[in-house]
């Protein structure tokens, strides 16, 4: 219970990181400052959720896309957060690009290096209980 619920806040940190920094770096971009909180919830409840699907449908159907599973489902979480949050918009098909892309190497990146941070002390000693 305890990793799950370590894994539920890394997610929503890491996701809020990557769509802080797409929403800094991309123009076409944004996300409304009041409902930011909301469109965190919103992609991070859709990614874990369609993750598993897309894999599936992506084995079924279309095994070359396996590699790029995390950038679909990054991808249409996205669609989806935009369609239910009005606090995020996002326009042209470049940004949509760049924005799956970044939102996914900063999940990726948090993912991690935010453990790293925040359990350091955890890890310090399940480390020293291994030596």
């Known amino acids: 219970m305890l990793r799950l619920l370590a894994r539920l806040v ?3 940190l ?3 990181i990557g769509l802080a920094i797409a929403a800094w770096a ?3 971009f944004g996300i409304n400052a009041q409902s930011f909180l909301i469109a965190v919830l919103i992609f991070s409840a859709v990614t874990t959720i369609l ?3 897309v894999i599936k ?3 079924t159907n279309a095994p070359y896309l396996m590699g790029g599973i995390a950038l679909v489902t990054t991808l249409v979480g996205l669609i989806i957060t935009n369609i239910v949050s009005d606090g995020i918009a996002i ?3 470049s940004t949509w690009i760049a924005a799956t892309v970044i939102v ?3 999940s990726v990146i948090g993912s991690l290096v935010l453990p790293l941070i925040l359990f350091k002390k955890v890890l310090q000693k399940a480390k020293e209980a291994k030596n």
């Open 10 to 12: 890394l997610a929503l």
């Open 104 to 106: 996914w190497l900063f």
């Open 91 to 93: 326009s042209g098909l």
């Open 26 to 28: 991309l123009d076409d």
């Open 14 to 16: 890491s996701n809020a």
């Open 57 to 59: 449908i992506a084995l």
């Open 51 to 53: 993750g598993p699907l």
